[in-house]
């Protein structure tokens, strides 16, 4: 099994920014694709950003330029910066990781941590 704990989340201003981390740990084989979802009140959990092991991102429309998404060079640490955040950022904020193995897709995910912008 993989754990991912998520932290940064708070409150912050519009105009600011944060940084989130997740961390992965216990039976790491290889997590090919991690990422952020986040979850607005009365909305669908939709993807945020994503990164692969080779470093290939991909962004919602609605955040590239402000956000960016990292991992550390072990590969089981992702980290998503935020910038310029506005309220429409506010949202649950959920690590995703995906793991190929055998032709099997295993994925995981984290509790999720609060982002609130403040206007």
């Known amino acids: 099994q993989v754990q991912l704990e998520e932290s940064g989340g708070g409150l912050v201003q519009a105009g600011g920014s944060l940084r989130l981390s997740c961390a992965a740990s216990?039976?790491?084989?290889?997590?090919?694709?991690m990422g952020w979802y986040r979850q607005a009140p009365g909305k669908q959990r939709q993807l945020v950003a994503s990164?692969?092991?080779?470093?290939?991102?991909n962004y919602a429309d609605s955040v590239k330029g402000r956000f960016t998404i990292s991992r550390d060079n072990a590969k089981t640490t992702v980290y998503l910066e935020m910038n310029s955040l506005k309220s429409e950022d506010t949202a649950v904020y959920y690590c995703?990781?995906?793991?190929?193995?055998?032709?099997?897709?295993?994925?995981?995910w984290g509790q999720g941590t609060q982002v609130t912008v403040s206007s």
């Open positions: 995703n990781a995906l793991s190929i193995r055998f032709q099997n897709v295993y994925e995981y």
């Open positions: 990164i692969t092991t080779s470093g290939s991102t």
């Open positions: 216990g039976s790491i084989f290889n997590l090919n694709v």
